[in-house]
T-cell receptor, first 108, second 114 residues
Framework: KNEVEQSPQNLTAQEGEFITINCSYS?????LHWLQQHPGGGIVSLFM???GKKKHGRLIATINIQEKHSSLHITASHPRDSAVYIC??????????FGTGTRLAVRP | EAEVAQSPRYKITEKSQAVAFWCDPI?????LYWYRQILGQGPELLVQ????????DSQLPKDRFSAERLKGVDSTLKIQPAELGDSAMYLC????????????FGPGTRLTVL
């Protein structure tokens, strides 16, 4: 079993829909990251969380440390949000362990 | 805005050939990471440098892969000989000091081994 599990693996939405991507992990962590990967490969860091909730524009990330679970929400989704969203956890050192990603397609 | 640079962006090679990838991190970033991402999977750390020193290369296949960061700035990842299973995206990232810092990723090099 992977240390980091994401769901769903694939998600298709209509423009304007509210989107939720989930991440569960099985180890103790010091921080959790949400990353966005566009076609072509470049990865952008969206959030780094150790507790609670963070918001940036239409993106909201939450984490529940006790339940070892995090969610990434996108409000008023847009076709330009189409990408792979990756959850990664940091344990006690520097190393990140990545999930396999959620492929999101937002249709106009 | 400063970015992590990588070259080449795409590389096609035949198995048993040697390939090399180059990464130039954001200026001033002490920590540099090389990741391998197989299609449909998340990135996997191959090697981590702190300045010019390797701090983690536990997942680097050392019989064929090597990495160096001689002056603690840019870095080269080499594969010799390349195998079919090495086809993947090779991503470089850097962070200011490691630890809790955000990692900034380069655009990656997509390697295809024929």
């Amino acid at each position: 079993k992977n240390e980091v599990e994401q769901s769903p693996q694939n998600l298709t939405a209509q423009e304007g829909e509210f989107i939720t991507i989930n991440c569960s992990y099985s180890v103790g962590i010091s921080a959790l990251h949400w990353l966005q990967q566009h076609p072509g490969g470049g990865i952008v860091s969206l959030f780094m969380l150790s507790s609670g909730k963070k918001k940036h524009g239409r993106l909201i990330a939450t984490i529940n440390i006790q339940e070892k679970h995090s969610s990434l929400h996108i409000t008023a989704s847009h076709p330009r949000d189409s990408a792979v969203y990756i959850c990664a956890v940091r344990r006690s050192g520097d190393k990140l362990t990545f999930g396999t990603g959620t492929r999101l397609a937002v249709r106009p | 805005e400063a970015e992590v640079a990588q070259s080449p962006r795409y590389k096609i090679t035949e198995k048993s050939q040697a390939v090399a990838f180059w990464c130039d991190p954001i200026s001033g970033h002490a920590t540099l990471y090389w990741y391998r991402q197989i299609l449909g999977q998340g990135p996997e750390l191959l090697v981590q440098f702190q300045d010019e020193s390797v701090v983690d290369d536990s997942q680097l296949p050392k019989d064929r892969f090597s990495a160096e960061r001689l002056k603690g700035v840019d870095s080269t990842l080499k594969i010799q000989p390349a195998e079919l299973g090495d086809s993947a995206m090779y991503l470089c990232a850097s962070s200011l000091t490691g630890r809790t810092d955000t990692q900034y990723f380069g655009p990656g090099t997509r390697l295809t081994v024929l």
